[in-house]
């Protein structure tokens, strides 16, 4: 089970008042949605190679679908968008909160249409309306900042001590910002929210720490934004949090790992994680489209991902080798005593394989979280709506038999067994479900792994 938390410096009136959550035993829900890519000029029949803006009057392969094309390189056709939160709206309109990582505009990816400011903040506006249409406002909505929700993309200035695109998220998300908490996010991007008197989350602005954000300083240099988003979340969040015996969920974009993270900003949140580790009890990102998870510890360098090659990562070859690279994350960290809570990555909305979204049960009054319902839209099936658009992929528990009741305990031993690899029939079953659900149903994908897998 997942120890929850969710955090926000308030004035004391404002604290003892107003608790989106009450403290009661019947289990509550969240939601985790991600990279939306809304794309406008989206063109159904359109090319891929146009990034689907463009019909094509040659040839009949490589068309945009209807709902967007896995694998394709293309991104959110409106049409999706509008199916995905008709979904949410229909079933998941009463949650407790959601953890919105980000990733709402388009990529840039069109040189024949290169993407501007102005239809950046569009889209992330064009975001935002969903949201407000698809939630009650008692919903606790928890928005974290992409790499492409800036422009240009991956790149987030620091001068004077805040950024030029701040003050614009600041408006359009004030309903899901604290008043308490709207200097922080000038300063820095990022800001805490509680949830009840002992659950709290934390909203992290990771471009900070990103290696592809190329106009901040690493960590090691002590008025780096990203030293100063480490400081405020240890001696604002996590040693309070700590005194008061709380928990703490962290969510963002980017997940830490050695080629997501500048060196340095990666060993100091490492630190954190490991130093409050029984504080932070579980964290959320996007931005990788794949579904995983892993455990922030040191041994996390050997998961390899290029930051830059995010638009290619439908390639067999690396979702190979980053499927590899899990699986020796997990050999290696078979004889560690003591390990933090893991690091969930769920899948986009947008297709780079199949959409996807996941919504959690929890204990409200433990904040222990109960399991995880993941669903996904095949688009494969869907282009003619014969059936219900998203539809439950698998449920965590059951599919892969988690058993301890401590989340740690549990994802450890999934762990344990997924890096057995073929020494037992069972092993062989677990991995070829869990590379399924990695690559979010994407059967042209599904192909038999065979001894090389760890090697």
């Keep these: ?48 190679d146009s990034q689907c803006h463009a019909i094509s009057h040659t040839g009949k392969d490589n068309r945009a679908g209807k709902y967007g094309s896995p694998e394709s390189g293309c991104d959110s056709p409106i049409a999706l968008i509008d199916k995905t939160f008709e979904f949410v709206s229909k079933n998941l309109y009463d949650i407790d909160f959601v953890f919105w990582t980000g990733d709402n505009a388009r990529h840039d990816g069109d040189s024949n249409l290169p993407r501007t400011l102005k239809e950046t903040k569009e889209q992330n506006i064009l975001a935002v309306s969903y949201f407000k249409k698809s939630f009650k406002s008692n919903v606790v909505i928890i928005p974290s900042i992409g790499n492409n929700d800036v422009h240009p993309h991956n790149l987030l200035d620091y001068k004077h001590n805040t950024a030029a695109i701040f003050p614009f998220f600041a408006d359009i998300w004030s309903d899901y910002i604290p008043i308490s908490q709207k200097r922080n996010f000038l300063q820095h991007g990022s800001f805490v929210k509680d949830l009840s008197h002992s659950l709290q989350a934390v909203s992290l602005n990771t471009l900070y720490f990103s290696s592809a954000n190329k106009l901040v300083e690493h960590c090691g240099i002590e008025s780096s934004p990203g030293r100063v988003i480490l400081e405020w979340l240890e001696t604002e969040v996590l040693k309070p949090a700590k005194g008061a015996k709380k928990k703490v969920f962290i969510s963002g974009h980017i997940p830490p790992n050695a080629k997501n993270y500048q060196g340095d900003c990666l060993d100091r949140f490492i630190t954190l994680s490991l130093k409050y580790k029984e504080v932070i009890i579980g964290q959320f990102y996007g931005h990788m489209n794949i579904d995983h998870f892993y455990f922030p510890v040191e041994k996390t360098h050997p998961l390899n991902v290029e930051p830059n090659d995010l638009m290619h990562i439908m390639a067999p070859k690396w979702i190979n080798k980053y499927f590899k690279s899990l699986l020796k994350h997990y050999k290696s960290i078979q004889k560690e005593p003591s390990l933090p809570a893991p690091i969930f990555v769920t899948s986009s909305v947008c297709p780079a394989f199949n959409p996807g979204l996941r919504v959690y049960t929890y204990e409200k009054d433990s904040g222990h979280l ?25 449920r965590a528990k059951s599919e892969y038999k988690l058993i301890s009741k401590q989340i740690t305990h549990a994802w450890k031993d999934l762990a344990d067994r997924l890096s057995q690899l073929w020494k037992k029939k069972k092993t062989k079953a677990l991995i070829k479900s869990f590379y399924r659900n990695f690559v979010i149903g994407v059967k042209k994908l599904f192909k038999p792994f065979n001894d090389s897998i760890g090697q």
């Design 1 to 48: 089970m997942f120890h929850i938390a969710i955090y926000i410096l308030v004035s004391a009136a404002f604290a003892n008042t107003q608790f989106p959550l009450l403290d009661k035993k019947s289990p509550g829900r969240f939601l985790h949605i991600t990279d939306l890519h809304i794309d406008p000029h989206y063109k159904e029949g359109a090319s891929f």
């Design 370 to 394: 109960l399991d995880y319902d993941h669903y996904y839209a095949d688009l494969s099936e869907n282009s003619n709506l014969k059936s219900t658009f998203y539809k439950l992929e698998y």
